[in-house]
């Protein structure tokens, strides 16, 4: 059987509100605001608003299961 973790499309929206980034990725405020000062994830403003774009969340998904595969998680004895 084989357990390869394939990623979910993000739905058709360029751009995310932390609130939506927050419930996309199941992570706190928190969470979210230490991985963008950490570099992981990107951010942009429009006006007083912080916004993640799509493309964004996608790349930091993608990184956390590559990263999950280098250590050996999700893989099958």
Known sequence: MDATILPLD????HLYRIP?????????????YEQLRA????SVKEGRARLIPAIAIKQYVDQLISEAE???YGQTA
């Not at 570099?39 to 990107?42: A, D, I, K, S, Y």
């Open 70 to 72: 280098v250590t050996g």
């Open 20 to 32: 939506e980034a927050m419930r996309l990725l199941s992570m706190s405020r928190s969470v979210i």
């Open 39 to 42: 570099g992981r994830l990107f």
């Open 10 to 13: 993000v739905p058709a929206r």
